[in-house]
């Protein structure tokens, strides 16, 4: 399989100040030496609590906000140095689906000026294609013509989403970050935006990293699965092994909260307790030892690797 992305090694530490002066007072952890490749026509889920950098990792790989250090991999070009032109271009590329319809739409312009924005920014003038572009992606998204012709407040959230996404794929990207894209939707309605992500996947060839809290979700729609905590990747793997074969105790409890879901047979609950640490005072050792109900003495003190245990399966624990 190809990669679309390879991110090595990347930090995002924010510096705190004090109000005055500007001294450090201290940084906030969001992400630590996260290292992870994305292939080529994959969705995959990003999983963790919230807290755990999910977002800004979606953020850094948009290019969207620019890490401590690392490298981000795009088609074997580092983002993280491209120039004006390169940026624009990547833009056109590498797409982001918000979690909130209702706040990410303009409410000022109608749908047909929502979509035909992303044209205008990135310089293209010709109309006819626009229309037809509009037109194509409306009927794509499940929306009708003459929606294009309304204002975002006369719409559903679901139907809002819909828009979101027209918006999204509208210069034909190679690669989407939906971040939390049916949270803020009934579930009822969740369903039918995560199977349409999964239609537009197919049809348009695309790339995703599909960020959720909900395990439920992440299965249906994924083909490879992360876990993230507290800025760090703890296990990964693709879809089958992970829920058949997953290893870590964070990961176990992530599973055993959502009890249906899980195809290993007779397998024991696991239990946290006690909130995710401060992103800013993370544990020295592995860092989920306060929670982890199996940490033993090294683990307060090492701090674990992830390490490839199966081919494509790689966990952070020293058990
Ligand atoms: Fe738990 Fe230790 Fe494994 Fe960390 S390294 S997950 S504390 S057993």
Known sequence: ?????????????????DGILGNTKGYIYALNNVSIDIYKNEIMGLVGESGSGKSTFGNCILNLIMPTSGEILFNGKNILTFKRKQLKDFRKKARLIFQNPYMSLDPRMKIYNILEEPFIIHGIKDKKLIKEKIYEIISLTGLNNDDIYRYPHEFSGGQRQRIAIARAI??????IVADEPVSALDVSIQAQIVNLLIDLKKHLNLTMLFISHDLSIVKYISDRIAVMYLGEIVETAKKEDFFNNYKHPYTQALLSAVPVISEKKNKSRTVISGEIPSVQNPPEGCKFHKRCPFAFERCKKEHPELKEITPEHKVRCFL
Do not use: D, S
């Open 1 to 17: 399989m190809k990669k679309l992305f390879e991110v090595k090694n990347l930090n995002m530490h924010y510096r705190i100040t």
């Open 170 to 175: 509208i210069l034909n990207p190679e690669f």
